[in-house]
Structure formats: structure tokens, C-alpha cells
């Protein structure tokens, strides 16, 4: 059974930095189709949002409103999935949640959240101006 935690979430000032770490384990390894990981965010009362995207052989995505203030990296096991998030604003606030899914295609998709299988309980960061 596959199991994801989170941590590194916090409350912060405007323009600071915070390191999402999630935990992935009891992956069950394929030898076809694509290995997607991902962190995802939600708003009080709006739905899950795709922020970044890796898969296994490093490609990244990034929505729109976090390019060049947010990098998602994972360790070579692949069983450490991270979110550095810099020059946070209050827009930023959100839990947010790791996810990952094996895709039979080549591409990971950022949208829509609910392609992902597997979730973690998520971590909170708030940003105040």
C-alpha cells in the first residue's frame, strides 16, 4: 500500500522561503508507462490545483502562477519527493498535498488533480503580507 507524508509546511512572512518534503513509500515499481509525481494545493473551498510535476526521468512542469519561485526535485529512489518554495506570497496559501500515479503514456499531467492515485494528508503553509 502506498503511503505519502508530508511536512515542512508553516506560517511565514510574504517573501520567504519554505521546503515541502513528502515521504513516498510502498511504491510498487512497473517496468512500463510513466512514474508521475507531484504536489497540488487547495485553497479553503476551491478544488485541488496542480503546481509542479516531475517524473522519472526529471522532466518538470510548473503552473503558471509559481514559474521561477517554486522548484520540485525528488532523490534517485524517487522515495523523497521536495517543493522549494521561494518568495512566497499570500496568494501561496493553500494545503498542499504530494500525489503520484503511473501514467501509460510518456507525459505527466499537471491537470486534472484527480489523475493522481495515490495522496498524501497534506501540509499547510500559510503566507501573511
Known sequence: QVEL??????????????RLAC????????NYGTYCLGWFLQAPGKEHEGVAIIDTEGTTKYADSVKGRFTI?????????????????PEDTATYYCATYYTSGRLCPLAPAGTYINWGQGTQVIVSS
Open 23 to 30: 515521504k513516498v513509500s510502498g511504491r510498487t515499481y512497473r
Open 5 to 18: 507524508v508530508e511536512s515542512g509546511g508553516g506560517s511565514v512572512q510574504a517573501g520567504s522561503s519554505l
Open 73 to 89: 526535485s525528488k532523490d534517485n529512489a524517487e522515495d523523497t519527493l521536495f517543493l522549494q518554495m521561494n518568495n512566497l506570497k
